[in-house]
């Protein structure tokens, strides 16, 4: 079936008054319901424009949610689109002519065929865009902007779109007007806004540890808002967002780290139509590059198929696989990493200690500073690494829930859960098998940081015992000293009668210069110069070392 369309001139942002608001009907493009055309109208009042809400989204819910949206944004989302760029993997989409703004291609099995039709409009196998600015996505999902929102394309059978930045730390490649008009038009739930809180410029990682799994299920009497035939979709669908957590190798200032790597993964899924949306936001490409090659011309065919809705609905179980998959990988590489240094640095300590017991001499203070200091950067990380990892075990496990629970036995509103049970229980089989791995590693992390444990609590042993024998060693000697100050202090004792009687005999008072005068000379007049000095300046000497002993006792009162 083909169709021809033509776009509109105005700006993508001008809202030009009109005398009359014409009816859906009597507008051109696509015929939606007035509730869906007045939501993505108000794109940017996300998500308080959203057609519906659950139970527990009340307005002051959804007003918090905004005001959350409002507090991120400076940090969260580029002020002006010149270096956005969000890429689009269309299924099953309706053509774009080629302008020179997107690459469509056809067919899952010549990805690179190009695909030029003029003005006509055709369903195509793959359609690929890098939108660089805000108007470029609205063209290639179809929206116009004018007083009465446009709709002029219906729905790809599955579409992937993939949001990054330059890292975890940095701003999205996207305005707050692109976000939220993504979100609009797919009609995604406000729940998702949890998650973005985690990117955004950011000099230290915020909140990096939050992982949590939401969803919402509408299988029967959908809102009629949501029923919208013409764009393929039924309104009955399930929704799903989750974050998970991986860990990149990478050196900084010639020092190996482990960087932990965060990303939120959303899938909309539409039981009756098979349309799947899949929303991917993380810093790089790495989760990009591997959903490309999944669903290239390499792929399992599985994988790709997107005719009827059990086709599309085992093609949207291979997405969750993969970026589980992605969440534990770089963790067993980290796990073994940290094993080694962990190792090589408690066999260090050891031989650091044997050789200092050899040569007779006591552990360098620095050296084992280092060596707790190093353990205990280890040990944190290994404690970091169990709450990510209990934090992923939890959403693969409810994700598992939520397909176990969709294909419950006589679950008659979900036709994917008898047509495609086989694909169902192989999915749920390799999940089970994640949450195995998941969990093994989780031990062998507790193990390890129960190992550095010990080891840090044996080198403080070492240490202590090395500093308690140290300080031994100082008491014997200070006990030696103590013993020869007493015996200099006894000796002086015992020449000092006879010091002092050589020092007196020594002074003018009494002379002894010749044996004609066997009983001495003796001066009066000395005596008393010598008393007269001697008494005062003793009397002095007391008083002052009296003054410094009162000084001292009272500083050590008042402290």
């Known amino acids: 079936m083909a169709h021809t369309w033509t776009y509109s001139n105005e700006s993508t942002m001008a809202t030009p008054a009109t005398p009359a608001t014409p009816s859906p009907e009597q507008l051109p493009g696509k015929h939606v319901p007035d509730e869906f055309r007045q939501s993505n109208l108000k794109w940017m009042s996300y998500p308080e424009n959203l057609v519906r809400r659950t139970i527990g989204m009340g307005r002051d819910t959804v007003r918090a949610y905004r005001e959350e949206l409002n507090d991120f944004s400076p940090s969260l989302f580029l002020e002006q689109d010149d270096d956005a760029e969000v890429c689009f993997r269309d299924f099953g989409a309706e053509g774009m002519p080629h302008r020179g703004m997107f690459k469509v291609c056809a067919g899952p099995r010549v990805p690179e065929l190009s695909l030029i039709t003029g003005m006509t409009l055709t369903f195509v196998g793959l359609s690929k865009l890098r939108a660089h600015s805000e108007e470029k996505m609205l063209k290639w999902l179809g929206i116009e902007r004018t007083a009465n929102l446009i709709i002029t394309k219906e729905d790809p059978k599955s579409r992937f779109i993939y949001i990054r930045g330059p890292g975890s730390l940095s701003r999205l490649h996207l305005t707050r007007s692109m976000m939220t008009t993504i979100l609009s038009y797919h009609q995604v739930m406000p729940e998702f806004l949890d998650f973005i809180t985690n990117f955004g410029h950011q000099e230290r990682p915020f909140d990096i540890r939050f992982s949590g799994f939401r969803r919402q299920v509408t299988l029967r009497r959908p809102p009629t808002p949501l029923v919208i035939d013409q764009l393929g979709r039924s309104g009955k669908q399930y929704q799903v967002v989750y974050s998970l957590k991986s860990t990149k190798f990478a050196t900084q200032a010639k020092s190996e780290i482990w960087r932990m790597e965060n990303a939120v993964f959303y899938h909309q899924f539409d039981i009756e139509t098979g349309r799947a949306v899949w929303i991917v936001m993380k810093g790089g490409t790495d989760i990009y590059d591997r959903y490309r090659e999944l669903t290239s011309a390499d792929g ?85 690494a169990i709450v990510m990892l209990e934090g992923n075990l939890e959403v693969i496990s409810s994700l598992k829930q939520l397909y176990e629970e969709l294909a419950q036995p006589g679950n008659n509103a979900f036709p994917p859960g008898e047509t495609c049970k086989d694909e169902l229980l192989s999915f749920i089989n390799q999940l089970n098998g994640m949450s195995s791995g998941t969990r093994n590693m989780i031990m062998r992390f507790q193990t390890l940081a129960r190992t550095i444990t010990h080891n840090n609590t044996s080198v403080m042993q070492i240490f202590e015992y090395s500093t308690a024998e140290r300080t031994l060693n100082l008491s014997n000697n200070m006990q030696n000293e103590a013993m020869a100050m007493r015996i200099i202090t006894i000796v002086t004792l015992i020449y000092l009668p006879a010091t002092f009687v050589s020092t007196f005999f020594g002074t003018d008072i009494i002379k002894y210069e010749d044996d004609s005068h066997p009983n001495g000379k003796y001066s009066g007049a000395a005596l008393k110069s010598w008393l007269a000095i001697s008494l005062p300046l003793t009397v002095v000497t007391g008083l002052a070392a009296w003054t410094c002993m009162d000084f001292k006792a009272m500083v050590a009162l008042e402290v």
């Open 300 to 384: 399992r065919p599985e994988d790709k198929s997107f005719g009827s809705a059990e086709e599309c609905f085992t093609a949207s179980l291979a997405p969750h696989v993969l970026f589980c998959q992605w969440s534990i990988n770089n963790w067993r590489q980290n796990i073994r990493w940290l094993e080694k240094s962990v190792q090589t640095l408690i066999t260090n300590t050891s031989i650091v200690y044997l050789y200092s017991r050899i040569g007779g001499s006591h552990p360098s203070e620095q050296k084992m500073t280092q060596n707790i200091r190093a353990m205990q950067g280890f040990e944190d990380s290994a404690h970091e």
